[in-house]
């Protein structure tokens, strides 16, 4: 199992672009890369989900290098409502005793500030 | 309905009570988790259930017994608990165990054990 680091909290602004760095050196080839964010006495949500490269959604984009060992979510123009909690997840959709196993790690703590 | 849903919302316990919490989900997923979560921690992953056979038990003392009667239904069956396990229980599905990585949690049971 690929174990994730993220920083512990970080700071923003109001309409700034916000970029959370994960590092995942142990990563395996059938490894895809996962982002899940938390409120406050909510389950986490679904964010974005990559293999490699770049991925955009709705929400958020994925920044995954060649090496994969690392990805950046980057949140465009954060509000205050985007304060939660932040995970990175690595996840094995290949087989074995960890095929499909969601294991969140510390997670990132971001606050908005207006 | 893309929606997960846990009851009861909140839960006090006494150590010699048995309880069990349910989660419901109608959207055909064939996966579903437990997990537990304590204050400023990240969710920890008890269970997993594929095909409503279980496919993962990470571990978890047999006080806690899972359940899954159908492919709608997961319970968590509770009994003889130690105040450690107060936690908030989350309960989440996704399509298929292993499929993507993602997946829709319910808002989760706020258990307290005295």
């Known amino acids: 199992l690929a174990k994730t680091t993220q920083p512990i909290s970080m700071d923003s602004y109001e309409g700034q672009e916000v970029n959370i760095t994960c590092s995942h050196n142990?990563?395996?080839?059938?490894?895809?890369i996962t982002w899940y964010q938390q409120f406050p006495s909510q389950g986490p949500r679904f964010i974005i989900q990559?293999?490699?490269t770049k991925v955009t959604n709705e929400v958020a984009s994925l920044f995954i290098p060649a090496d994969r060992k690392s990805s950046t979510l980057s949140l465009p123009r954060v509000s205050l409502s985007d304060t939660a909690v932040y995970y990175c997840?690595?996840?094995?959709?290949?087989?074995?005793?960890?095929?499909?196993?969601?294991?969140f790690g510390q997670g990132t703590i971001l606050t908005v500030h207006p | 309905d893309t929606e997960v849903t846990q009851t009861p919302k909140h839960l006090v316990m006494g150590m010699t009570n048995k309880k069990s919490l349910k989660c419901e989900q109608h959207?055909?997923?064939?996966?579903m988790y437990w997990y537990k979560q304590k204050a400023k921690k990240p969710p920890e992953l008890m269970f997993v259930?594929?095909?409503?056979?279980?496919?993962i038990n990470e571990s978890v003392p047999s006080r806690f017994s899972p359940e899954c009667p159908n492919s709608s239904l997961l319970n968590l069956h509770l009994h003889a608990l130690q105040p450690e396990d107060s936690a908030l229980y989350l309960c989440?599905?996704?399509?298929?165990?292993?499929?993507?990585?993602?997946?829709?949690f319910g808002q989760g049971t706020r258990l307290t054990v005295v």
């Open positions: 259930y594929s095909y409503e056979k279980l496919s």
């Open positions: 989440a599905s996704s399509q298929e165990q292993g499929r993507n990585t993602e997946a829709f």
């Open positions: 990559g293999y490699k």
């Open positions: 142990n990563i395996a080839t059938n490894d895809y």
């Open positions: 997840l690595v996840v094995n959709l290949a087989g074995g005793t960890s095929y499909g196993k969601l294991t």
């Open positions: 959207m055909g997923h064939r996966a």
